[in-house]
């Protein structure tokens, strides 16, 4: 639909947009203020699941069950049917309903301003606090007050819109939340696009805001790494110490990148970016897709922070994280080992990942060898994969992708007063990695969970932070961004 019939609609409920913004606020202080921390198996999504049921059968919205994979561990979907004039599929909204630990008790000696759930606007920086303001029961709250806005006001849709409330993102595996509707209820989450986190929110480059949507990302693959040596008294000398040889493992891992990689994202991201700098610095994030010149640019034109974002977007990332060796002091053990998060890029394989992980420490190391009387020696590291998942491939020049990023970016645009909207490559992990192996459906998946953060405020770095905080006026603005998106991808009508 065009975008004046989108702002007519706006236009015409004026006075009822401003109470669902108010509505909005108090929805998401209210889910800060449930205590759903992912901290173990006793995590309790299911009364945020159960009280955003109470609010759809209120309003008449068509709902699930709430459905637990364990008891406790609540995921709900919600509906609002199309009459089909569209020939789509759905478009879907979704949000993690669990979030990150935070201080009950000792919240102000851990340094949080305000109670992490007692869901406090500040009055001096107009900040809504909480553990979850971001990430991400923000985007539960938006998406269920445009459910309540559609349904209130009688506005029809072309096709089917779905909101996903989901458990369990934060822990690794994420086995009661999407991965779980995925597999045993994929029939109620299909849908041709989805929207989750992270992207959306204000970003800045050279003063100038741009709003990052994520279309790819990385995925988290466990190595460990093992040294064995003969071990003995710890007052003799030990060539073969594995704690040395697992000391340089970590050494080589923190202080070497991996290989330089460039994908489609990638590619999208940095391009984007350049076209919003003068002409005299546009040069240095489009020659970061060289290999040869992108060391020499981080070590000399970028600051700190910048080669920080920049980095993983460019290489597959490996920190080592848990060391397990000895466990007597006057003894040399037979054996050490390090566990390695490995953040993979998409579409580089297993393979070639381990590939780059065994470039840096020494290839060599892996092999066997033979000593000087020809026997065959093991060799001095065994590398162990354990939990491997695939990330997320996606081309911002893919037709479907395109045609999506192009309404928001057009709904962005004009909001904001003429930020674009750029798509990048997420180093982290979210819900989207389960969401696009949909067994009956690939939907087009994008990270689009908008606020509007004035600069000051570094937003990534809010998410599992001490005070975890959303400004009031940006989130507001986000809700009208999100709506205004609905309506454009389901033509809105009444």
Not at 150 to 172: P, Q, T
Not at 292 to 316: G, S
Not at 406 to 430: D, M, N, Q
Request: charged fraction near 25%.
């Amino acid at each position: 639909m065009s975008r004046p019939d989108v702002h007519q609609l706006f236009n015409e409920l004026e006075t009822e947009w401003k109470e669902i913004e108010e509505e909005a606020v108090e929805i998401l202080r209210k889910l800060i203020q449930m205590d759903t921390q992912n901290i173990g198996e006793d995590t309790n999504e299911t009364i945020a699941a159960k009280h955003l049921k109470g609010l759809f059968e209120s309003a008449g919205i068509e709902c699930s069950d709430v459905l637990e994979e364990k008891p406790g561990r609540g995921n709900l979907v919600a509906r609002i049917r199309g009459d089909g004039s569209s020939g789509l599929g759905a478009v879907m909204l979704s949000a993690h309903l669990d979030t990150v630990r935070a201080p009950k008790l000792d919240w102000k000696a851990e340094g949080w301003k305000h109670d992490p759930f007692g869901a406090v606007i500040d009055q001096e920086d107009g900040c809504l606090y909480g553990r979850g303001a971001v990430d991400m029961k923000n985007m539960a709250a938006m998406s269920v007050s445009v459910f309540l806005f559609i349904k209130r006001h009688g506005i029809m849709l072309a096709r089917d819109l779905l909101f996903v409330a989901v458990a369990d993102e934060e822990a690794h595996g994420s086995k009661y939340g999407a991965k779980y509707l995925v597999e045993k209820h994929p029939d109620l989450i299909e849908a041709d696009i989805i929207m989750t986190e992270v992207g959306g929110c204000s970003t800045y480059a050279d003063g100038k805001e741009f709003f990052p949507v994520e279309i790819a990302e990385k995925t988290s693959v466990l190595v460990t790494i093992t040294a064995n040596g003969s071990g003995g008294h710890s007052s003799l000398f030990h060539p073969d110490n594995p704690i040395g040889r697992i000391g340089a493992v970590c050494n080589a891992l923190s202080t070497k990148m991996l290989r330089h990689r460039v994908t489609p994202a990638a590619r999208s991201m940095l391009e984007g970016i350049s076209k919003l700098l003068p002409w005299y610095k546009a040069p240095v994030f489009r020659n970061l897709l060289s290999p040869k010149l992108e060391p020499w640019i981080i070590d000399y034109l970028l600051t700190k922070k910048q080669a920080q974002a920049i980095i993983p977007v460019l290489h597959n990332i490996a920190n080592p994280t848990v060391v397990h060796a000895g466990d007597q002091q006057n003894q040399i053990p037979s054996s050490a080992s390090v566990t390695v998060d490995v953040r993979r890029i998409p579409g580089c394989s297993l393979d070639d990942t381990l590939d780059d992980l065994r470039e840096v420490i020494g290839k060599e190391k892996f092999l066997p060898s033979v000593d000087s009387t020809g026997e065959k020696v093991a060799p001095e590291l065994v590398l162990e994969v354990m939990f491997p998942m695939e990330g997320v491939v996606q081309d911002a020049e893919e037709p479907k992708v395109k045609e999506a990023l192009e309404c928001l970016h057009k709904v962005v645009y004009a909001r904001s007063g003429g930020s674009p909207v750029i798509p990048f490559l997420l180093s982290g992990g979210t819900d989207m990695k389960f969401f696009v192996k949909h067994p009956t459906k690939k939907p087009v998946c994008l990270g689009f969970s908008p606020v509007r953060i004035p600069q000051g405020i570094e937003f990534p770095s809010l998410f599992h932070a001490v005070n975890e905080r959303i400004p009031v006026d940006g989130y507001k603005w986000g809700l009208g961004v999100l709506c205004e998106v609905v309506f454009e991808l389901c033509k809105a009508h009444r």
